[in-house]
């Protein structure tokens, strides 16, 4: 018995053998295998496997047969021109559930799969049609580049020049914005905008014209012309698809399923229909992708927002591959590709028309869309930085005279102001030697808003005299000590000078020394914090320059002018300080009103009174008793410029005759 079994076994492996070598031509010959309608199995067209134990001249037989048949087939496939034939498969979209839903014999006909496939398709529509409508929207696009030149133009009008901003070292906001300073607190928005406009056009920070290579704008066609690249890629895989629709055979009843061919007329129609829902919608992405781009003035953002719209362009993928049955995407798989035929000249037309419509797109893109913005762009920043950005305004209700000065074009990093210095003095340190803060914030915003006289004012003592020198009636008070101590420290400061005294002496020996090293700068019209402080060595020389010896300027009255007996009679002429008085006669009046006054019509006539005033002397006074600019007299006084000059010139004065002398004369013996 078991020898029979094993000669049956080595019969099957013989026939076994002889089959698979008959598959083997088979392939050779290029039979091709198809899928079985109930199993999807591959199996031979040919029926030789069928019965293994017939002869072989049946099998012969039968592939002759085969081969006949695939020859005949071969003579059916349709070749035009030489051309081939373009298979066209459904794509796994939910849009393409209508190609099964409702099909007779289906996995389709379960009332689930039906309700998610339709719920998809409206999911996908509704999500797609929001997405269209958030771009276009206002509020996402932003308002138009062209509505940023109005503000522009009032930011530069109301703001950018107004003396509220300037900066501790005397930039305009105008130049720091303009300048792309990142150290801005104020007019981010305007800066953020320079920036942009800089970079989208690869602009400097002075240049006003676009020369040359402009990434911006280069960028921005780049992404515009790979978004319509990828839709032009699906509108023409939809028009595969619908020329694969209209090859289908009409018929009652639809049936597409393993290679059948039928499609009853309502199909048809909701194909059709979906076809066209889908070209529109790919249209509307295109026109509101391409507007998105546009309006993408970053240069960061672009390419992002290209990322983006794909994405939503691929929504109907997305949902399918993620949410659709699986039975559903399993009839979609069986249908039999659709066949187009292709001829030389329709392959060629399709695609010159798909270069025509990117050409076209891109045309209409760059001149309605990139270069008007481009031109925008430079009139907006000339509106923000175009002209003298190096000025500030300063207008009062009061005098209603609207007052400017010209700023530094940019902040210089090495020329330091002094309140640089103040700031960093402190900022990493528990003292300074330049600030004395105040005890509460009410207290610091009187004191910050002081003028000279009030601060003169506010302490009745001359520091000098009260508080340096060891006789003094306030010498021994520590406090004023330390108080002059840091107010000497910032009067060196703005004079740019430090303190070179010597360290072994006492605070307020120290503060004496100090006062005698400026001596020279008592003179200087930033010397009102020295003169303040130092009253004695800068204020009670009577025969020291008359220019700035003015409460208003720093000189207290607690420190008078002392006056000998051998000083009561008139200066000579070629006195020294005579002299350099009447040469500071030009800076003194420039910096009291804040512009040269040798420039104007007045000039000639300062600098002959200059002349006259030296090689005369104090009798010229009788003949010239006014000063020309502001009408005050010589003998008088200015309380905001000058002193009177009865400390140079007594006796022309009338202040040796007790009927003719004034409040202003010194005290003579």
């Known amino acids: 018995m078991e020898d029979v079994i094993q000669q049956r076994f080595r019969d099957l492996e013989h026939e076994l053998q002889k089959v698979q070598e008959r598959l083997s031509v088979l392939e ?145 906001l105008a130049s720091r914005v303009c300048g792309q300073d990142g150290a801005l607190i104020v007019a981010n928005a305007q800066a953020s905008l320079v920036e942009e406009i800089n970079s989208y056009l690869n602009l400097q920070p002075d240049q006003f014209n676009t020369d040359g290579f402009r990434p911006g704008a280069v960028l921005c066609m780049l992404c515009i012309l790979i978004w319509s690249v990828f839709v032009i890629r699906e509108l023409r895989t939809y028009l595969h698809s619908f020329l694969g629709l209209l090859t289908l055979r009409r018929g009652g009843l639809s049936v597409l399923t393993q290679g059948s061919e039928i499609v009853s007329y309502q199909r048809l129609g909701l194909l059709i229909l979906v076809h066209l829902c889908r070209v529109v919608m790919a249209i509307w992405l295109l026109y509101a992708g391409i507007l998105w781009l546009a309006s993408t003035t970053s240069i960061a953002d672009l390419i992002l927002n290209c990322v983006a719209l794909e994405v939503i362009f691929e929504v109907d993928a997305l949902l399918f591959a993620a949410l659709m049955p699986m039975e559903t995407r399993f009839s979609l798989r069986k249908l039999k590709p659709m066949r187009i035929s292709y001829t030389r000249a329709r392959s060629q037309l399709e695609a010159l028309l798909g270069v025509v419509v990117l050409v076209a797109t891109l045309f209409v893109a760059y001149t309605h869309l990139v270069a008007p913005l481009e031109q925008t762009m430079l009139e907006v920043k000339h509106e923000l930085c175009g002209g003298n950005a190096a000025f500030v305004v300063s207008y009062s209700e009061d005098t209603q005279v609207a007052r400017g000065v010209v700023t530094t074009p940019s902040r210089d990093l090495d020329l330091r102001t002094v309140s640089q210095t103040v700031v960093d003095d402190y900022k990493f340190s528990d003292s300074s030697q330049y600030i004395w803060f105040s005890a509460t914030l009410k207290q610091f915003q009187a004191e910050s808003a002081r003028s000279v006289v009030e601060e003169v004012q506010s302490t009745p003592i001359c520091w000098e005299t009260d508080v340096f020198q060891p006789t003094g009636k306030a010498a021994g008070d520590v406090l004023l000590v330390s108080v002059a101590d840091v107010r000497l420290n910032a009067a060196e400061l703005a004079l740019g000078q430090v303190d070179s005294s010597n360290q072994s002496l006492s605070m307020r020996e120290r503060l004496l020394s100090r006062c005698h090293a400026m001596r020279s700068f008592c003179d200087d019209y930033e010397g009102r914090l020295l003169r303040m402080l130092c009253g004695a060595t800068c204020c009670q020389d009577a025969r020291a320059s008359f220019w700035y010896k003015v409460e208003a300027l720093g000189c207290s009255q607690l420190c008078p002018v002392q006056v000998s007996a051998s000083e009561c009679v008139d200066v000579s002429k070629d006195h020294p300080n005579w002299h350099k008085a009447w040469d500071e006669y030009v800076p003194a009046l420039s910096h009291h009103f804040g512009e040269d006054v040798s420039a104007g019509g007045v000039g000639p006539q300062i600098q002959q009174i200059v002349s006259f005033m030296k090689s005369v002397g104090c009798p010229a006074l009788l003949q010239l008793d006014m000063e020309v600019i502001t009408g005050a007299r010589w003998c008088q006084g200015h309380s905001l410029l000058f002193r009177p000059l009865t400390f140079f010139c007594p006796q022309t004065c009338g202040c040796l005759d007790n009927a003719t002398a004034t409040a202003h004369c010194p005290a003579c013996a």
């Not at 309700?115 to 771009?135: D, E, M, P, R, Y």
């Not at 929207?137 to 109301?158: I, V």
């Open 28 to 172: 050779d010959r290029g039979i091709i295998l198809e899928e079985t309608e109930d199993n999807g199995h591959a199996e031979a067209v040919a029926e030789a496997s069928d019965e293994p134990k017939k002869k072989p001249q049946k099998s012969e037989k039968s592939l002759k047969s085969l081969q006949s048949e695939k020859s005949e087939k071969s003579e059916k496939e349709p070749k035009v021109d030489g051309q081939g034939v373009l298979e066209v498969y459904v794509d796994e979209s939910v849009w393409s559930v209508f190609f099964v839903v409702g099909l007779e014999r289906s996995v389709f006909n379960g009332f689930l799969d039906s309700f998610i496939a339709g719920l998809l398709t409206l999911v996908n529509l509704v999500v797609q049609i929001l997405f269209l409508g958030v771009i276009l929207s206002e509020d996402f696009l932003g308002e138009p580049f062209e509505s940023k030149k109005s503000a522009a133009r009032l930011w530069r009008s109301f703001v950018a020049h107004d003396a509220r901003h300037l900066d501790l070292a005397g930039t305009s």
